[in-house]
């Protein structure tokens, strides 16, 4: 019997990994050979997908960007043996992309099968549930703010604060809520997660239930990924029908169960206060905080509300300890980022490393520049809301206070990269234009500011009094970043002002054709 | 794509109860409703804000808020093709603009024999694949012209 992986990761699926599977499956039968098919997630080297391995006794062989034309040309050079073909790639845990990475929330995303369970313990889960448990739910709490941990859907807020915030305020119950509304256009990481290690979030939602005294969690995920439902979905019963969910978590006499909700296409239901209301079945409007999620958040009682990648590092820290995971990164910045790498890229993935790498390193060392092999012009860095970024400060290192200290972010760890063909004047428009159709109205400098920019920007275009359109634009951006509700419209500014700052060329064209795009 | 059932009272009010029990079970109402139905029709909203004891007004402001839920149904077959940054770098724009001409409809349009919807969404998550789709449901990556019109012969024929 020889397992060959093929990933069930959706990336994998858009370039074929059904159809190659079913090759595989088919040809097998046909030549007799004894195969057995694991559907695992994805490593993150997706410009490689589907990469399909077999696993040999020298190792995992993986095989590049197959399809199912290639099955019978790999059946024929051998490589349920992992023999050469122009499809390899030699050993995967000794490819360049692979091998630089600090793997720990995505230690077993890519490698396991991720809906048996057996995998899941043989490679160290649940031991940070057990260790969790040994400890009171206070030392629990203690040991995540040792950790360092920050939220990683982008604000950066230190999770140990935020739990004990929530176990200290009084109330009849309390909830966990997993924040899988991942908008943000380069950003995959959530849905690679729940994708290719579900039992890793689920575990740590358990973790959070029981430092806080939670017994109820809720998965909010956005609609725009149905296959990760899916998985997901038989993730949970899979946890329940063993007895990690429900009333007597591994025999204990803790309870916590997970609930799985899909959201509606509402970007901004990615904002905390927008989910809760969502969750609780209302339109995605944000609330005025105070009052914190942490006192008063889903159904008004204290609520975890916390990023799909903070939760799923939660086993790791438990399982290594909190200070093998503070000792990685730099400054304010523990541990390791999940980057991802997207857009007109080479080499696009997921590459997690420690904080601390230039911008540079990750564009040209890692992303390979760009796939259209132009120069690159402009890298947006934390989704729609993230400053462009030029070529000039390519020497930004990749932590929370740098990025925040040259008016950038981080955000969820998403990189979009940009050739030389971009049209930063476009980008800012469109930056404007987004804020406008996903705003959700409650505060007039987002609502009204977002569709004045776009028709300020369309001026500009026009050039129609171009310096006084600028100097209103930036006026409009200011009164936006001061005076909206949430991160929407607070930071829609962030893009159109870092474009109009980098690029200045684009926005003083003498004549420029009608919209082209 | 699965087939949807026309609209039926007593058929929506099973599924609203069956939900009941759910905390905050507005949201997954509208999904398993739209699921049947293929939309939200202007008739379930009262039924909806009966059994949940809000507002008919309520229930119409968290139906009309939320992109995903439709008033009438799609056509025959979805078409989501992302329009965000990733995709943009990768030229996504013109390539479906000139699809949508080709097939002589438009954005949240449906072509004129009820084949194939079109919607716009920001972000499929398959951003190293860029331009990406979703075809009733099923992802596509890096799409091209071929790529699009091989959709739209698929589906005017299913």
Same mark, same amino acid.
């Given at each position: 019997?020889?397992?060959?992986? #093929?990933p069930?990761?959706?990336?994998?699926?858009?370039m074929?990994a059904?159809?190659?599977?079913?090759?595989?499956?088919?040809e097998?039968?046909a030549r007799?050979?004894?195969?057995?098919?694991v559907?695992?997630?994805?490593?993150?080297?997706?410009w490689?997908?589907?990469?399909?391995?077999?696993?040999?006794?020298?190792?995992?062989?993986?095989?590049?960007?197959?399809?199912?034309?290639?099955?019978?040309s790999?059946?024929?050079?051998?490589?349920?043996?992992?023999?050469?073909?122009?499809r390899?790639?030699g050993?995967?845990?000794d490819?360049?992309?692979?091998?630089?990475?600090?793997?720990?929330t995505?230690?077993?995303?890519?490698?396991t099968?991720?809906?048996s369970?057996?995998?899941?313990?043989?490679?160290g889960?649940?031991?940070?549930?057990?260790?969790?448990?040994?400890?009171s739910p206070?030392?629990?709490?203690a040991?995540?703010?040792?950790?360092?941990?920050?939220?990683r859907?982008?604000?950066g807020?230190?999770?140990?604060?935020?739990?004990?915030?929530?176990?200290?305020?009084p109330a009849?119950r309390?909830?966990?809520?997993v924040n899988?509304?991942?908008g943000?256009?380069?950003?995959?990481a959530?849905?690679m997660?729940m994708?290719?290690?579900?039992?890793?979030?689920?575990e740590?939602?358990i973790?959070a239930?029981?430092?806080v005294?939670?017994?109820?969690?809720?998965?909010y995920?956005?609609? *725009?990924?149905?296959q990760?439902?899916?998985v997901?979905?038989?993730?949970?019963?899979i946890?329940?029908?063993?007895?990690?969910?429900g009333p007597k978590v591994r025999?204990?006499?803790?309870?916590?169960?997970v609930?799985?909700?899909i959201?509606?296409?509402?970007?901004?239901?990615?904002?905390?206060?927008?989910?809760l209301?969502?969750?609780?079945?209302?339109?995605?409007?944000v609330?005025?905080?105070p009052?914190?999620?942490?006192m008063?958040?889903?159904?008004?009682?204290?609520?975890?509300?916390n990023?799909?990648?903070?939760?799923?590092? !939660?086993p790791?820290?438990?399982? *290594?300890?909190?200070?093998a995971?503070?000792?990685?990164?730099?400054g304010?910045?523990?541990g390791?980022?999940?980057?991802?790498?997207?857009g007109?890229?080479?080499?696009g993935?997921?590459? *997690?490393?420690?904080?601390?790498l230039t911008?540079?390193?990750?564009?040209n060392?890692?992303g390979?520049?760009?796939?259209?092999g132009?120069?690159?012009?402009?890298?947006?860095?934390?989704?729609?809301?993230g400053a462009?970024?030029?070529v000039?400060?390519?020497?930004? !290192?990749f932590d929370?206070?740098?990025?925040?200290k040259?008016?950038?972010?981080?955000?969820?760890?998403?990189?979009?990269?940009?050739?030389?063909? #971009?049209?930063?004047?476009?980008?800012?428009?469109?930056?404007? *234009?987004?804020?406008?159709?996903?705003?959700c109205?409650?505060?007039t400098?987002?609502?009204?500011?977002?569709?004045?920019?776009?028709?300020?920007i369309?001026?500009i275009?026009?050039?129609?009094?171009?310096?006084?359109?600028?100097a209103?634009?930036?006026d409009?951006?200011?009164?936006?970043k001061l005076?909206?509700?949430?991160a929407?419209?607070?930071?829609a500014?962030?893009p159109v002002?870092?474009?109009l700052?980098h690029?200045p060329?684009?926005?003083?064209?003498?004549? #420029?054709?009608?919209?082209?795009? | 794509m699965?087939?949807?059932?026309t609209?039926?009272?007593a058929r +929506?009010?099973?599924?609203?109860?069956a939900? &009941?029990?759910?905390?905050?079970p507005?949201?997954?109402?509208?999904?398993?409703l739209?699921?049947e139905f293929?939309?939200v029709?202007?008739?379930?909203?009262?039924?909806?804000?009966?059994?949940?004891?809000?507002?008919?007004?309520?229930?119409?402001g968290?139906?009309?808020?939320?992109h995903?839920?439709?008033?009438?149904? %799609?056509?025959?077959?979805?078409?989501?093709?992302?329009? %965000?940054?990733?995709?943009q770098?990768?030229?996504?724009?013109?390539i479906?603009?000139?699809?949508?001409?080709?097939i002589?409809?438009?954005?949240?349009?449906?072509?004129?024999d009820?084949? &194939?919807?079109?919607? +716009?969404?920001?972000? &499929?998550?398959?951003c190293?694949?860029?331009?990406?789709?979703?075809?009733d449901?099923?992802?596509?990556?890096?799409?091209?012209?071929e790529?699009l019109d091989?959709?739209?012969?698929? %589906?005017?024929?299913?």
């Amino acid at each position: 019997m020889t397992k060959v992986f #093929v990933p069930l990761d959706m990336a994998a699926k858009a370039m074929g990994a059904d159809k190659v599977a079913a090759a595989i499956a088919k040809e097998a039968q046909a030549r007799g050979q004894n195969v057995q098919i694991v559907r695992n997630g994805s490593r993150g080297l997706l410009w490689l997908e589907p990469l399909v391995e077999v696993e040999t006794p020298q190792g995992r062989i993986g095989y590049g960007n197959v399809s199912a034309k290639d099955v019978a040309s790999l059946f024929d050079a051998g490589f349920l043996g992992g023999a050469p073909h122009k499809r390899s790639i030699g050993k995967v845990e000794d490819h360049p992309y692979w091998k630089r990475q600090h793997r720990v929330t995505f230690k077993r995303c890519g490698v396991t099968d991720p809906l048996s369970l057996s995998e899941y313990e043989s490679l160290g889960g649940g031991v940070g549930l057990a260790k969790a448990f040994a400890m009171s739910p206070a030392e629990a709490v203690a040991e995540v703010t040792k950790s360092g941990l920050r939220g990683r859907g982008g604000a950066g807020f230190p999770t140990g604060i935020k739990w004990k915030t929530v176990a200290d305020t009084p109330a009849d119950r309390r909830y966990v809520v997993v924040n899988a509304d991942e908008g943000d256009s380069g950003t995959f990481a959530d849905r690679m997660i729940m994708e290719g290690d579900p039992f890793a979030l689920l575990e740590g939602m358990i973790i959070a239930g029981y430092a806080v005294n939670a017994s109820k969690g809720f998965v909010y995920l956005r609609s *725009e990924y149905p296959q990760t439902a899916v998985v997901f979905r038989r993730a949970i019963e899979i946890l329940q029908e063993a007895g990690w969910l429900g009333p007597k978590v591994r025999g204990s006499n803790f309870a916590f169960d997970v609930e799985l909700r899909i959201g509606a296409g509402a970007y901004v239901c990615g904002e905390e206060t927008s989910l809760l209301e969502s969750l609780e079945g209302k339109r995605g409007i944000v609330r005025a905080k105070p009052p914190f999620p942490a006192m008063a958040g889903l159904f008004e009682r204290p609520t975890i509300v916390n990023n799909v990648l903070s939760i799923a590092t !939660i086993p790791m820290i438990f399982e *290594e300890g909190a200070q093998a995971y503070a000792d990685c990164g730099v400054g304010r910045s523990r541990g390791t980022m999940p980057l991802q790498i997207a857009g007109n890229v080479k080499y696009g993935g997921l590459c *997690e490393v420690d904080f601390g790498l230039t911008l540079g390193e990750i564009v040209n060392d890692i992303g390979g520049g760009t796939l259209s092999g132009r120069p690159v012009r402009a890298v947006q860095c934390g989704g729609p809301l993230g400053a462009y970024v030029p070529v000039k400060d390519f020497d930004l !290192i990749f932590d929370y206070e740098a990025f925040a200290k040259r008016d950038a972010l981080i955000g969820h760890g998403g990189l979009v990269i940009f050739d030389d063909t #971009v049209d930063m004047l476009q980008m800012a428009r469109f930056g404007m *234009e987004f804020c406008a159709i996903e705003s959700c109205g409650k505060c007039t400098p987002c609502r009204i500011g977002s569709t004045r920019g776009v028709e300020t920007i369309d001026k500009i275009r026009q050039g129609q009094n171009v310096e006084a359109e600028i100097a209103l634009l930036e006026d409009l951006c200011n009164t936006m970043k001061l005076g909206s509700l949430c991160a929407l419209g607070g930071f829609a500014p962030y893009p159109v002002l870092s474009a109009l700052r980098h690029f200045p060329e684009d926005f003083h064209r003498k004549s #420029v054709p009608a919209a082209a795009e | 794509m699965s087939q949807v059932s026309t609209w039926d009272s007593a058929r +929506a009010q099973e599924i609203i109860d069956a939900h &009941l029990h759910l905390e905050g079970p507005a949201m997954p109402i509208l999904h398993a409703l739209q699921e049947e139905f293929g939309c939200v029709p202007e008739a379930a909203v009262p039924q909806i804000a009966q059994a949940l004891n809000v507002s008919r007004a309520e229930m119409h402001g968290v139906v009309s808020f939320y992109h995903d839920f439709r008033r009438e149904p %799609a056509g025959r077959h979805r078409l989501k093709i992302c329009r %965000a940054e990733s995709c943009q770098s990768m030229g996504s724009e013109k390539i479906a603009r000139e699809f949508l001409a080709r097939i002589k409809t438009d954005w949240h349009h449906t072509t004129p024999d009820g084949a &194939l919807t079109v919607e +716009a969404v920001y972000c &499929l998550g398959l951003c190293a694949h860029s331009p990406s789709a979703l075809y009733d449901g099923e992802p596509v990556g890096r799409v091209d012209a071929e790529k699009l019109d091989e959709i739209a012969a698929e %589906a005017r024929q299913s």
